[in-house]
Each structure stands twice: as structure tokens, then as C-alpha cells.
């Protein structure tokens, strides 16, 4: 890529900042964190520096370096960059929330996102990077056909969506209550960053920002959590407050006799989040960009385990978050159980203190944001524009289409994160739909010889029939199917997981019914899938 455009993206990603930054605090400076100011803007600097050097195109770069950074990610960069990605303001926020509100028992995406990591690099890792596949849904594609896979993009680009705009509202909460700033205008101008460097470079830039946001996610977690745990009284103490004020639920493993039918929703829960976090761009992107079949494996492997470790801080500030007696230092406590981790980060420690927690969380929000933007970019232009609309599509028109869907995908979850309260339900929603819809559509894709079309569309129907007659609080869906265990107007029975179970068992019976007539497509090795056009300097 030229370096005059580059240089171009510079002027305009600084001046984009710098305005943003002054006009924002020209506007609210009533009651504007100035300090504050200045931390956020060096962070965006720092960030936006390193993915226009990181984005940049070396000589020998092949046609998938925008996509995939030429199937050249060093191992140690996969890891790191895996990690921050699940890593996210979701998951940050969220598990403090939860952790405040309703007690670890509840807190089940960090350690069923971590599983569903470790369960992806041991199945489906290796086979993926062996076939050398693009995206996620090209074994779908080769197994379904292109109008079929289409169908099974609804989920994968509405899951990213989802995510996105989820990891916006818990960066909108903080930024709101650390630097006085409103929640819109924090959504707005971090989402308007991420864009942009991620329209620039691609891959690489996604994953050398993810370091860097890594790095300071971790070091800013444990660097604050001392000083929190010394203001509760000790971990022993924080415990005996934390077991007095919710009982059973305050363990991590659930009790049936306690929890009554919502054990039940408690399995379904947990299987969607380590099942359902397996069907994702934004994770295969980076299996697939690695050098070989184990690095696949074990940067999988590797970076669950970060995931488990630095969930253990959040859910910490979470416990002391909810058994903090706010009266009695003044103070009216959290609007909201989204607005708990921030809301401890300002009142329970110093001010400094406070920056280095805002720093954490925008670091976490903006490693997800730009991978999250990025995957459903490329599933849009790779899996549904070029083999729909354009099938001679060369890799300078595909980045374009991919730049273009960026900005498309990047505000639409913008838009929707300013319509969420809880920062973890829609969150978990993430992999809801993933779970129910398109898991069964890829295990049957990758490992059922027989799989075919008529039995994925079938499928794919019979798990949307199941799934969306359970109704969803988040999305206002009413309940229209007699599942048993109704309470608070709220399903408890495992509908999801039957969903999920009966869209796999409908694939593999109606494709074994229907063999002779759509005799099923055997999954091949991708050759040279992007082509040059004549004028391409790539």
C-alpha cells in the first residue's frame, strides 16, 4: 500500500481524535475529568499509532494479507491477540455485574468462553487451518452451497453485532462515570477510532493493537485489585460478607435444591457459552491466520486459560462491588448492576487509580471492537458478496468491499449499544443465537460426510422454530410455545439446548433421507481462492 496513504490516514485518524477529544471536553467541561482527558487521548494515540505501523503491507505479501495477515501470525501474537479479543468490555463489566447482582453461581460466560476456546482448538481448530479455509463459513459454503450459507450468515454477523454493541455499553458506563462524560458521546468517538484503524490494515493491525491492549488490560487489573481488596477489609472478610448476602448462590457451582427449575436454565446456559462460542469469525480468523495445524491448537488452548486467569480480578471487584455498604460513605451506589466496575474503580480508589481501571476497560473494549467489526466485514464480502453478487472479485475490490462493510457493521452495533442497559444479557446473547442456529450447521459441515443442503436448511428451520418460540426478554419476544418451567414470564426448561440438539439431529436424518437426490459435497483443500487483478500492487 502506498506510503502516501498512509500518511493521508494519519492526518485524518489525529485530527479525528483531537477534535473529538476537544470538543468533548469544551462541551461537557462543567464537570469534565481533564486528567481523564488526556490519559484516554494518549491511549487512542498509542493505539491508532500502532495499527497504522502494524497495517502496513511488507514486499511478499499475498493476497490474503488483509484477511488473514498471509497466514504469517507469529504463535506468541495469535495467543495474545485471541485472548484480548474474548478478553473484551463485556466480559470485564459483565462479570463484575453479575458478580455484584446475582453471585458467581450466575457468572458463567468468562469460564464457558474459556472452555469454548480450549474445546475449539482440540476439534475444530486443526481441520480448519489444515483445509486452509478463508473464513468460518466455507465449509458451510462447500457443503451447502453459497445460497445456503448466505442463510447461515444471519447469525454469524448478528452474533458479531450483538457483541460489538455490548462492548460499547460497558465503555460508555465508564467512561460516563470516570470522566463525567455521557454515555452516547463515549460510544460514539471510541467506536469512531476503532474503525478506523481497522479499515486501514486489516488483520495484522487487529491483532499487534490486541497486544499492546493486552498488556495494559492485565497490568491495569492487578495493579488496582490490591488496592480495592485492602478497602474491603481482606479477601477473608469480602468472603463472609459476600456468602451472608448470597447464600449458595455466592458459590460457583450451582445447587439444585437452592435454585429450583433455574438449575435447569443454569446447564443451558453454560452449554450455550461453551458451545455456542466456538461458531465465530473473530476466533477462526485467528486460527486460520497462524503457520501451522498446532499453532492452531494450542494458541486456542493457551489463550482459554489467559481468559480464566483474568476473569478472577473482575469477578473480584464485582464481590466487592455488591456487599460495599455505599451509605455509609455517602454515597447512593451503582445506577445500574453495568455501572458497578467503574463505579468502584471511581469511589474506591485513588483518582490515578481510577484512570489506570478506565484505561483497562477502554483497552478491552477497543481489542474486541476492531476484531468483532473486522470478522463480520469479511464474512459479508467473502461468503455472501463474492460467490452471490461478484464471483470474479480480485483482492484490491475485496478489500473495498471489506473497508466499506466496516463502517456499515461498525455503526450499526453503535446504534444498538445506545439502546442497552445490561451490558451482560446482551452479551450472552452474543452466542445464543450462534449456538442454537449455526453450531450444528458446522459440527455436521466438518464432521458428518452425509451433511447436505436440504438437511442444513431443514435444520436451520426446525432450531429457529424451537429457539425463538422460548421468546427473549432482551429483544421484547414474547413466549409462544408451551415449554414447561415458565416463571416471570421467563423459560427455565433447556429450550435452547434442545434447539440446538434438534437442528443437528434434523441435519443428519433429512441428509441421509435425501442422499440420493442432493448426494453430499466432500470438503477440499482452498488453492489460490482470492485472484490478482492485473493492476493490483498487492
Same mark, same amino acid.
Given at each position: 500500500m ?22 468533548? /471536553? @469544551? ?21 491508532? /499509532? ?6 502496513? #503491507?511488507?514486499?511478499? !505479501? ?20 485471541? /485472548? ?9 463489566n459483565g ?12 457468572? $458463567? ?28 463459513? !466455507?465449509?458451510?459454503? $462447500? ?7 448466505a ?17 460499547? @455499553?460497558?465503555?460508555?458506563t ?20 476503532a474503525?478506523?484503524?481497522? @479499515? ?8 499487534y493493537?490486541?497486544?499492546? $491492549?493486552?498488556?495494559?488490560?492485565? &497490568?491495569?487489573?492487578? &495493579? ?10 481482606? +479477601? ?22 437452592? +435454585? ?15 458451545l ?8 477462526? $480468523? ?6 501451522? #495445524? ?17 476473569? &478472577? ?28 466496575l ?54 484490491? !475490490? ?6 466499506? @462493510? ?8 453503535t ?21 442454537c ?5 458446522? &459440527? ?11 438437511? /442444513? ?14 421468546? !427473549? ?51 477440499? +483443500? ?13
Amino acid at each position: 500500500m502506498p506510503t502516501q496513504y498512509f500518511k493521508r490516514k494519519w492526518i485524518i485518524g489525529i485530527a479525528v481524535i483531537i477534535c473529538a477529544g476537544v470538543g468533548v /471536553a @469544551t462541551y461537557f467541561r462543567a464537570n469534565f475529568n481533564w486528567l481523564g482527558l488526556v490519559v484516554v487521548m494518549i491511549f487512542y494515540f498509542l493505539i491508532f /499509532a500502532v495499527g497504522i505501523w502494524a497495517g502496513k #503491507e511488507k514486499p511478499g !505479501d499475498g493476497p490474503d494479507s488483509f484477511l488473514l495477515a498471509g497466514r504469517k501470525l507469529p504463535l506468541w501474537v495469535a495467543i495474545m491477540t485471541m /485472548a484480548a479479543t474474548w478478553i473484551d468490555g463485556g466480559y470485564i463489566n459483565g462479570t463484575a455485574e453479575y458478580a455484584a447482582v446475582n453471585g458467581l453461581v450466575w457468572v $458463567q460466560a468468562p469460564w464457558g468462553y474459556a472452555m469454548s476456546l480450549i474445546i475449539g482448538g482440540i476439534f475444530f481448530a486443526r481441520k480448519m487451518r489444515r483445509f486452509q479455509f478463508q473464513t468460518m463459513l !466455507d465449509p458451510l459454503s $462447500q457443503r451447502y452451497g453459497t445460497k445456503a450459507t448466505a442463510l447461515f450468515f444471519l447469525p454469524a454477523v448478528s452474533g458479531e453485532i450483538f457483541w460489538t454493541a455490548a462492548i460499547l @455499553t460497558a465503555l460508555g458506563t465508564t467512561f460516563s462515570i470516570i470522566l463525567g462524560l455521557s454515555i452516547e458521546v463515549s460510544i460514539i468517538v471510541s467506536a469512531a477510532v476503532a474503525i478506523i484503524y481497522t @479499515t486501514l490494515g486489516g488483520l495484522r493491525s487487529v491483532a499487534y493493537t490486541d497486544v499492546l $491492549q493486552l498488556f495494559m488490560l492485565i &497490568v491495569g487489573l492487578f &495493579v488496582v485489585l490490591p488496592v480495592i481488596i485492602l478497602h474491603a477489609g481482606g +479477601m477473608e472478610t469480602l468472603w463472609e460478607t459476600y456468602l451472608a448476602k448470597h447464600g449458595a448462590a455466592a458459590y460457583p457451582i450451582p445447587d439444585h435444591a437452592s +435454585m429450583g427449575n433455574y438449575y435447569w436454565n443454569w446447564w443451558d446456559f453454560a452449554l450455550l457459552l461453551m458451545l455456542g462460542g466456538i461458531p465465530w469469525q473473530v476466533y477462526f $480468523q485467528r486460527v486460520l491466520a497462524t503457520k501451522s #495445524e498446532s499453532a492452531a491448537m494450542w494458541l486456542s488452548i493457551l489463550a482459554g486459560a489467559i481468559c480464566l486467569i483474568v476473569a &478472577v480480578p473482575a469477578a473480584i471487584i464485582g464481590m466487592i462491588g455488591g456487599t460495599t455498604d455505599w451509605a455509609a460513605l455517602g454515597l447512593s451506589g451503582p445506577e445500574s448492576g453495568a455501572a458497578t466496575l467503574p463505579y468502584v474503580f471511581q469511589n474506591l480508589t485513588t483518582p490515578i487509580m481510577a484512570l489506570v481501571g478506565l484505561a483497562t476497560v477502554a483497552a478491552a473494549v477497543m481489542s474486541s471492537i476492531d476484531s468483532s467489526i473486522l470478522s463480520a466485514s469479511s464474512l459479508a464480502a467473502w461468503n455472501v458478496y463474492k460467490p452471490l453478487i461478484k464471483p470474479d472479485l480480485s483482492a484490491v !475490490d475485496l478489500k473495498k468491499i471489506i473497508r466499506r @462493510t466496516i463502517y456499515i457493521v461498525g455503526v450499526s452495533a453503535t446504534i444498538l449499544s445506545l439502546k442497552v442497559d445490561s451490558v451482560y444479557a446482551l452479551w450472552s446473547l452474543c452466542s445464543d443465537f450462534v449456538y442454537c442456529l449455526l453450531f450444528p450447521a458446522l &459440527v455436521c459441515a466438518m464432521f458428518d460426510p452425509k451433511a447436505n443442503t436440504p438437511g /442444513a436448511v431443514a435444520g436451520f428451520a426446525v432450531a429457529a422454530f424451537l429457539r425463538f418460540g422460548g421468546g !427473549d426478554p432482551t429483544l421484547g419476544l414474547p413466549v409462544i410455545l408451551p415449554y414447561p418451567m415458565i416463571e416471570d414470564g421467563m423459560v427455565l426448561f433447556p429450550f435452547r439446548t434442545l434447539s440446538m440438539i434438534s437442528g443437528l439431529i434434523t441435519i443428519i436424518v433429512i441428509s441421509r433421507i435425501t442422499q440420493k437426490k442432493y448426494p453430499a459435497k466432500v470438503l477440499s +483443500m482452498v488453492k489460490n481462492p482470492i485472484p490478482l487483478s492485473p493492476d493490483s500492487n498487492v
